[in-house]
């Protein structure tokens, strides 16, 4: 651990100069200076550093709001099969509370599956409810791993409805870029243009010694 308290403190204002330069708070940014390896061999000087970091943390940062209030949504970003046990999507809540034997539907790209949520894991933590704003994996009855794919949402039953859409994408000639994409909820998804092919340039034709293009 450094002794020196000059030096402590140029560190400080070094960091704090940096945090302002790339636009952050620099300035009202607490700091709590301390060392984790004495707290771990037990010292109480540093013990009670850990202390005042994790209330700074509990003190400076704000919760993040929740909407607890609206009907359960979840975007599904990936799928798992864990043999002796299920299908598991996994994703981030974007609303709602989704607690363990309640039902759920499987909504997008396939025809409108239900389901039933036989469990909530979060880093391998089995929980009771998740909650807007938890990355978590929610543990399927009966889903086969190719029903559910990333790109579906899990939701409460009737809580949101399929409605037609359609887009179109841009060829090079009309402004567009290549190889042509659209961005569809945040998701970049690739979009065939048919009849349209890469333009290739024609090569000039070769004049031999008679003066005639071949």
Same mark, same amino acid.
């Given at each position: ?26 300035? !009202?940014?607490?700091? &709590? /200076? #301390? ?7 037990? %010292? $109480? ?5 850990? @202390? ?26 990936d799928v798992f099969s864990i ?29 409108? !599956?239900?389901?039933? &949520? /036989? #469990? ?7 929980? %009771? $409810? ?5 990355? @978590? ?18 939701c409460k039953p009737n809580s ?55």
């Amino acid at each position: 651990m450094v002794d020196d308290e000059e030096l402590l403190e140029l560190v400080e204002v070094e960091v704090r100069d940096l945090l302002n330069e790339y636009e952050f708070p620099g300035d !009202d940014i607490p700091f &709590v /200076t #301390g060392s984790a390896l004495k707290a771990l061999e037990g %010292d $109480e000087q540093y013990e009670a550093k850990i @202390v005042e970091l994790a209330e700074a943390l509990d003190s400076y940062i704000p919760e993040p709001v929740r909407d607890l209030d609206k009907p359960f949504l979840m975007p599904v970003e990936d799928v798992f099969s864990i043999t002796g046990r299920g299908t598991v999507a996994t994703g981030r809540i974007e609303q709602g509370i989704i607690k363990t034997g309640e039902t759920v539907q499987i909504v997008g790209i396939k025809d409108t !599956d239900s389901t039933v &949520v /036989t #469990g909530v894991e979060m880093f391998r933590k089995i929980l %009771d $409810e998740g909650r807007a704003g938890d990355n @978590v994996g929610c543990l399927l009855r009966g889903t086969k791993r190719e029903d559910i794919e990333r790109g579906q949402v899990l939701c409460k039953p009737n809580s949101i409805t399929r409605t037609p859409s359609s887009s179109r994408g841009l060829r090079a000639q009309e402004g567009g870029g290549w190889p042509p994409h659209a961005v569809l909820h945040g998701l970049q998804a690739s979009v065939l243009l048919p009849h349209h092919r890469r333009h290739r340039r024609r090569q000039a034709p070769r004049r031999h010694g008679d003066g005639h293009a071949r």
